[in-house]
């Protein structure tokens, strides 16, 4: 069997006219299994839809039929009260009217009918009473307990039992259909009440009624039953939905609810329509709840018919379909099967060359045994004489492929030259551009700065010409204020500071520009002597390492202002307390020659983040308090004006090294930046 298998797996996998016999049976297959899902699909929808739309007719002609029943019962008592007998009774005799009012039940078919005097009226609930006196009929059902039943006839209470199936216990309360008929006497004063109507429980003939109006002859599948019922609650006190759905035996009074539909009628007051398990089978069902007077849910008017014969109906429908369509298939396969056999073996030789081509080998077609006009007999030439075309133009593609390739390489090895060449410009240009626009910003702002710095100082020297003058003038009394002119001194000196660094900043050459050649070390060593004085009261350890051999061209006293701002900052990233290293070194170029001389300080502080790194040359940008924000900005501008350059690396949270580079040197500065980029 499994060979058996296997050997057909393979003809459908490599077989030309099994390929040929799938393509075109599968589309005619899964079109046939499509039509027939959605066939089955419509017609379960269509048939389903169909048949709740009949139970929700049928529960509104049962719903119909109850009110006019209803309006029948409330004609029959306003007949009674506009009778010649109760007119002459009513004027002449009233104590005999109720008495004779009882024994007109049986003639009106009505299962009780009494009078209540209009003192009565407060028996009545409050919606009942406001009717009755606008003189308004009205009909409505009711839930009455023995006693109520007993005080409208006497037999009331024996016919409204009901023993309640497989509970062991028996319903005395009874559903009755009442009406209340208002007469007033000449005065238009209310006199007299008649109420009268029909008890409901086991009340056959009337659910007999009304299923016979609602499901005529022949509206429903052979087979099925039409059935109606009515509720107390949720407990079935009329009915003719039988006790066996099959023998259609006895009728299922005193039976209950399933309790989805009790949940959703009884307790939410919705229309319920679906299928419900009926007691022993499945119906298609309807449910509606019924109110008294004061709108509360009492029980339920329910219409259905037996579901299986409706299933068995569309079982029967979908089983016939199905076999039609398979019939088609089968035929449609044979015809399809034998119709393309005459192109099979010619599709089949020309599969076989394709094959052998792919392999690699000179194979072609040659004659299919065909009309020479045949379509297969023309493609087969033509497919062999591109084959014939397709093996001459390989060749030379081969040929020239083999040139191309050495002109590629040659090329390529060209152009990647040329390509880091040209990356090298770029970055050589765009570092050049960088250190125009900032030495461009640099100047603007130090003109700026300048003039806002002389602007301070005027005001500033007044201020304190003053604070003097007045110390003087007060003499002795000055210690009363002695601690306020302090304050005012100490800040006069912080302006002065600032101005101080404002005019250092912008300053461009003059006396205290001179450049002079310098020996590195000494004024790296000069610079630690002033940091180590300023910081004696600190925990700050210095390691020092100079090794530059290399002089440089400088102004000694603003690189001695660098270097301590520089050292300075270090001590102020860490807090004033840790080791502090500064060490010098030759610059050197790519050739191993010194072009200069490099001083390296490094902290252990809390180091800079990167989005402060590239602002920190920035003019008034810091991050301490008391800080002024030029002390890198001006740094930068005195090594620059040399041609150097100064450098950071920062590790936030383990410390930073800034390295100054200064040419040994100073000549024009685009060409000393150039080289320091190149380096």
């Known amino acids: 069997m499994k060979q058996f298998l296997a050997m057909w797996v393979r003809r459908f996998r490599t077989m030309v006219r099994y390929r040929l016999l799938m393509l075109t049976s599968v589309p005619i297959i899964i079109t046939l299994l499509v039509l027939i899902a959605l066939t089955m699909y419509w017609t379960v929808m269509y048939t389903w839809q169909s048949a709740l739309k009949n139970a929700r007719a049928d529960l509104a002609v049962a719903h119909h039929s109850m009110e006019l029943l209803q309006k029948e019962q409330r004609m029959r008592l306003t007949a009674l009260s506009e009778s010649y007998d109760f007119q002459y009774l009513l004027r002449n005799d009233e104590a005999k009217l109720s008495e004779w009012v009882r024994q007109q039940a049986g003639r009106y078919d009505l299962d009780f009918v009494v009078v209540h005097p209009a003192s009565a009226l407060g028996e009545f609930s409050k919606a009942n009473r406001r009717l009755l006196m606008n003189g308004e009929e009205q009909t409505f059902f009711q839930q009455l307990d023995e006693m109520a039943l007993e005080n409208l006839h006497p037999n009331l209470p024996a016919r409204a039992q009901i023993p309640l199936l497989s509970e062991g216990e028996i319903e005395s309360k009874g559903l009755v259909s009442r009406s209340l008929i208002p007469v007033f006497n000449e005065q238009n004063n209310l006199q007299w009440i008649v109420d009268g109507g029909m008890l409901l429980n086991n009340s056959t003939s009337l659910v007999d009624r009304i299923r016979d109006l609602v499901y005529a002859s022949d509206t429903l599948p052979e087979g099925s039953i039409g059935t109606v019922t009515l509720f107390m609650d949720d407990i079935r006190v009329s009915t003719n939905v039988p006790l066996d759905s099959e023998q259609l035996n006895g009728r299922a009074i005193g039976t209950r609810v399933s309790d989805e539909v009790r949940q959703a009628v009884l307790s939410s007051g919705q229309t319920w329509v679906d299928r419900a398990f009926v007691y022993d089978d499945w119906y298609v069902s309807a449910y509606e709840p019924l109110r008294d007077h004061d709108g509360r849910r009492i029980g339920m008017l329910y219409t259905g018919y037996l579901e299986w014969p409706l299933v068995r109906i569309y079982l029967t429908n979908i089983i016939e379909l199905g076999v039609g369509i398979v019939l088609v298939l089968l035929i449609s396969g044979l015809v399809v099967y034998r119709g393309a056999r005459d192109l099979f073996r010619p599709i089949e030789k020309i599969h076989q060359v394709v094959k052998a081509v792919q392999l690699g080998l000179d194979r072609r077609i040659g004659s299919l045994d065909l009309t020479p006009d045949h379509e297969l007999e023309i493609l087969g030439k033509q497919f062999d004489s591109m084959l014939d075309q397709l093996h001459q133009r390989n060749e030379v593609i081969k040929q020239a492929s083999i040139e191309l390739e050495d002109k590629v390489r040659a090329r390529t090895k060209s152009l990647h030259e040329k390509t880091e060449e040209l ?33 301070i100082n005027n005001p500033t020297a007044v201020i304190l010409g003053n604070v003097e003058l007045l110390q003087f003038e007060l003499g002795d009394d000055t210690e009363r204020v002695k601690e306020e002119l302090r304050a005012i001194h100490e800040q006069i000196d912080r302006i002065r500071n600032i101005t101080r660094s404002l005019l250092q900043y912008s300053r461009q050459g003059g006396v205290q520009d001179e450049v002079t050649w310098q020996h590195l070390n000494p004024i790296v060593e000069e610079s630690l002597t002033l940091v180590r004085s300023g910081t004696k009261k600190h925990a700050i350890q210095i390691e020092t390492s100079l090794e530059a051999k290399c002089c440089v061209e400088v102004n000694r006293h603003q690189l001695l202002q660098v270097l301590v701002n520089l050292q300075m900052n270090g001590v102020h990233a860490m807090d004033d307390q840790g080791l502090l290293k500064v060490g010098t070194e030759d610059w050197l170029d790519e050739q191993g020659k010194a072009v200069g001389a490099v001083v390296h300080i490094t902290d252990h502080g809390c180091g800079i983040s990167k989005e402060n790194m590239e602002r920190i040359f920035n003019p008034f940008f810091t991050t301490r308090r008391s800080g002024t924000g030029l002390g890198l900005s001006v740094s930068q501008g005195i090594i620059s004006e040399i041609g150097g350059d100064i450098c950071v690396q920062s590790s936030p949270g383990k410390g930073s090294t800034f390295s100054v580079y200064l040419p040994d040197k100073a000549a024009d500065n685009s060409s000393l930046q150039l080289a320091k980029i190149e380096e």
Request: without cysteine; glycine residues 6%; aromatic residues 0%.
């Open 423 to 455: 990356e090298q410009h770029i970055k050589l240009l765009n570092q050049a551009r960088s250190k125009l626009v900032t030495s461009e910003k640099l100047a603007a702002l130090g003109e700026l700065t300048a003039g806002i710095a002389h602007e």
